[in-house]
């Protein structure tokens, strides 16, 4: 795999860590009224759809083997150009049911996890 490939692997990685890391412990409610934090994992979904994008445009196998790898692209574009419309509770969602398992594939491809 090329280096930049790895690259945008590893933001994947981090920024899913930072998430998982910043959400440890908080509920929905808590999301829901921490303006601060919700910037916050906000920004991280917008690192891991950019990086995403990226990694799909340098190496489309390695990007395919992430799931649901478009899905998250067009994730960071809503939470980009349609802020206003965002649903915390499905952002919540996202947090809770589909982070772990693509910072598990993300891991899996760096052979790390």
Do not use: C
Request: overall charge negative; charged content about 30%.
């Amino acid at each position: 795999m090329r280096p930049e490939a790895r690259k945008y692997l590893h933001d994947i990685v981090e920024a899913g860590e930072r998430i998982a890391s910043f959400t440890l412990g908080k509920t929905l409610e808590d999301y829901e009224l921490d303006v601060l934090l919700r910037s916050a994992v906000e920004r991280q979904f917008e690192i891991i759809g950019e990086a995403l994008a990226q990694l799909a445009h340098l190496d489309e196998a390695a990007a395919a083997q992430i799931s649901e790898h478009r899905r998250i692209t067009s994730f960071r574009n809503i939470l980009i150009h349609g802020y206003t419309q965002v649903d915390h509770r499905i952002v919540w969602d996202i947090v809770q049911s589909k982070l772990p398992k693509l910072r598990h594939e993300a891991a899996a491809l760096l052979d790390i996890g």
